[in-house]
């Protein structure tokens, strides 16, 4: 695919703002609805703010770090940027679907590239009744809260909260607690992609809950559902010597 037109976008922060400017003045700066490829210059937080803003073009997006850890970013370099759009390996990465009911009756719908996470929203913690497939496979699990990551976002909240990496490709979602009081020795588990996970608050009232996917928030919910959008496809590229797969085998291997 020949990339001439090629749109640039930018975090806030300086480095990505004279990124901008040097790259726009050297290749043109196209319009981000009508070009080839979009090119996000900052660090992971703006690249997942780049992916939902343009989730619905399909358009592909190469990242270039300007930002601190850039796991989900190529390294920046001003030169040879269509030949580097060339070379680039497609990762496809399909996003979560959030659908939530609150205490109120209220429903919403989110996505999340990353993770949905319901966490418990006071000092109390949270009671949750876990069913996979409509199957209750968890009567109560007391914690500070439970997540549902896709592979790209295993190594982010997920690995923090001591869940598995999961590989691109593996057809996998984790499912992590966080902090659980009980049962304390619950690690997780893996789930087949197409599995449809439901979290149920138990005592939503005494014990509120917040769900979260990505950067939506919905507080004072009593039942949060997580699927795969198999609609949606994510197209994201990257160097052929630094892509999402190899990093994610190698961050199973870090000391």
Same mark, same amino acid.
């Given at each position: 695919?020949? @990339? ?5 976008? =930018? ?8 990124? !901008? ?6 290749? %043109? ?10 090119? =996000?210059? %900052?660090?992971? $937080? @703006?690249?997942?703010?780049? !992916? ?5 073009? %399909?358009?592909?997006?190469? $990242? ?5 850890? $850039? ?51 006071? /000092?109390?913690?949270?009671?949750? /009744?876990?069913?996979?497939? $409509? ?5 109560? !699990? ?7 990551a896709t592979p790209a976002g295993s190594t982010a909240y997920n690995l923090s909260a001591h869940g598995t990496i999961v590989p691109i490709g593996a057809g996998l979602l984790a499912l992590t607690p966080i902090s659980a009081f009980r049962p304390r020795r619950w690690r997780g588990a893996l789930l087949p992609h197409k599995a449809i996970v439901t979290f149920e608050v138990i005592d939503a009232d005494k ?15 009593? /039942?949060?559902?997580? /699927? ?9 590229? @990257? ?13 199973? @291997?870090?000391?």
């Amino acid at each position: 695919m020949s @990339f001439r037109k090629i749109a640039f976008v =930018a975090a806030d922060s300086a480095p990505a703002r004279r990124a !901008l400017t040097k790259l726009a003045k050297r290749y %043109g700066n196209s319009d981000p609805n009508k070009a080839d490829a979009i090119v =996000a210059l %900052g660090g992971d $937080g @703006f690249m997942l703010e780049t !992916l939902h803003r343009h989730i619905a073009q %399909g358009t592909p997006i190469y $990242g270039m770090n300007r930002g601190t850890i $850039g796991f989900l970013m190529n390294s920046y370099a001003e030169a040879d940027l269509p030949e580097r759009l060339r070379r680039a390996e497609e990762a496809r990465l399909h996003p979560l679907v959030m659908t939530t009911v609150t205490t109120k009756g209220r429903k919403n719908r989110a996505l999340a590239i990353n993770e949905v996470s319901v966490l418990r929203q006071t /000092r109390q913690s949270a009671h949750l /009744r876990i069913l996979v497939d $409509g199957e209750v496979r968890m009567a109560n !699990l007391v914690c500070d809260g439970a997540l549902v990551a896709t592979p790209a976002g295993s190594t982010a909240y997920n690995l923090s909260a001591h869940g598995t990496i999961v590989p691109i490709g593996a057809g996998l979602l984790a499912l992590t607690p966080i902090s659980a009081f009980r049962p304390r020795r619950w690690r997780g588990a893996l789930l087949p992609h197409k599995a449809i996970v439901t979290f149920e608050v138990i005592d939503a009232d005494k014990r509120p809950v917040a769900a979260v996917a990505d950067f939506t928030e919905v507080r004072d919910v009593v /039942r949060v559902e997580i /699927r795969e959008d198999r609609n949606t496809i994510l197209h994201l590229l @990257f160097d052929p010597e630094h892509n999402l797969e190899e990093r994610i085998l190698a961050e199973q @291997f870090q000391p």
